[in-house]
């Protein structure tokens, strides 16, 4: 991974058997798969957010903390029960600590299709800069 980013551990249960507190039920969260994208200008980080849409996605920064987080909606209809659902947790949840290279207040997202893209610029002392050589 970059050295401008770095994972944070995202709270997960145990194991699915194991029981848990109501506390711990409202924080559990599923980690995305994330790829990130290094180039000259910045980082690229793309989640897949299946089952997310993007009212209910949201990304934050603390310090320098990147919070994505999101809720599954299914819409399933009131008459309806579902006779078997494999997705435990209904969060997504994922935290990466942004380098000092990185200008946090320039990220911008865009979701599309349950794929969040995130676009994170090199803050501009970190930018390659070409230097003009005078002649004298």
Do not use: C, W, Y
């Not at 969260?29 to 009212?55: C, N, Q, Y």
């Not at 209904?90 to 290279?101: A, D, Y």
């Not at 299709?113 to 004298?136: E, F, M, T, Y």
Request: aromatic fraction near 2%; proline fraction near 9%.
């Amino acid at each position: 991974m970059s050295e401008a980013l770095a994972t944070r551990n995202a709270t997960v249960p145990a194991h699915p058997s194991t029981p848990q507190t109501a506390a711990q039920e409202q924080t559990a969260a599923m980690r995305p798969p994330v790829d990130v994208i290094e180039d000259a200008s910045g980082i690229t980080l793309v989640a897949d957010l299946p089952g997310v849409p993007k009212d209910a996605v949201q990304v934050r920064v603390e310090a320098d903390t990147l919070t994505i987080e999101g809720e599954v909606r299914i819409a399933m209809p009131a008459e309806l029960k579902p006779s078997h659902l494999e997705l435990e947790l209904p969060r997504f949840r994922r935290s990466f600590t942004l380098s000092k290279e990185l200008d946090a207040s320039k990220i911008s997202a865009e979701s599309q299709h349950g794929v969040l893209k995130l676009r994170i610029p090199k803050a501009a002392h970190a930018q390659p800069r070409r230097i003009d050589v005078n002649v004298v």
